[in-house]
């Protein structure tokens, strides 16, 4: 019963660096998200994904790419990393739009 | 503007006490809202959702009620528990895209013994 596992739990990167974030879900699951967490703001949405090889952009996408080629794994890249993404990063899966949403334990990621 | 807003500032309440919790919105139409419970350095953690059309909703020591009217919906834990204390999250789902569901920056609950 492991749900949605994330990779790594913490990273440290320097300004220009890029670097990939793995989730992974075994609920078979056909919804996932990666959010953005911030002291003092909501969980913020940067990509979805309605389903296996589709993505679509959410509420803070620059700067970030995803990937979702396989139904249980939804990738998020930085490539170019900055400062401004220094954050605590969160995969969910759903069901269905709009069910409850299974969240990782999340990255903290500090770029430098 | 579009906002979601919950207390900012941190809820105290006594053990076995009942603590209610607020989520205020506006210019949005939901189709419904969602609470879960975040722990620090954890993943939120889904509790309750509640519909439009459903005035209230519960489990086990826990209720939430969804005013459209007002725009808001309220938490309640009743009887609380030390164990009970964590950040609370209510999140919306909105009908123009059931994908993009849009979080409240949380309130955190400390219940002292």
């Known amino acids: 019963n492991a749900g949605v596992t994330q990779t790594p739990k913490f990273r440290v990167l320097k300004t220009g660096q890029s670097m990939t974030l793995l989730c992974a879900q075994d609920m078979n699951h056909e919804y996932m998200y990666w959010y953005r967490q911030d002291p003092g703001m909501g969980l913020r949405l940067i990509h979805y994904?309605?389903?296996?090889?589709?993505?679509a952009k959410g509420e803070v996408p620059d700067g970030y790419n995803v990937s979702r080629l396989k139904k249980q794994n939804f990738l998020l890249g930085l490539e170019s990393a900055a400062p401004s993404q220094t954050s605590v990063y969160f995969c969910a899966s759903s069901f269905q739009q709009g069910s409850g949403y299974t969240f990782g334990s999340g990255t903290r990621l500090t770029v430098v | 503007s579009q906002k979601i807003e919950q207390n900012s500032e941190a809820l105290n309440i006594q053990e076995g006490k009942t603590a209610t919790l607020t989520c205020n919105y506006t210019n949005y139409s939901p189709a419904y809202l969602q609470w879960y419970r975040q722990d620090p350095g954890r993943g939120p953690v889904f509790l309750l959702l509640?519909?439009?059309?459903?005035k209230e909703k519960r489990k086990e020591r826990l209720k939430v009620t969804f005013d459209t009217t007002l725009k808001q919906s309220l938490f309640h834990i009743t009887a609380s528990q030390p164990a009970d204390s964590a950040t609370y999250l209510c999140?919306?789902?909105?009908?123009?895209?059931?994908?993009?569901?849009?979080f409240g920056s949380g309130t955190r609950l400390s219940i002292r013994p």
């Open positions: 999140a919306l789902v909105p009908y123009s895209s059931a994908s993009k569901i849009i």
């Open positions: 994904s309605v389903g296996e090889g589709t993505t």
């Open positions: 509640i519909r439009e059309n459903e």
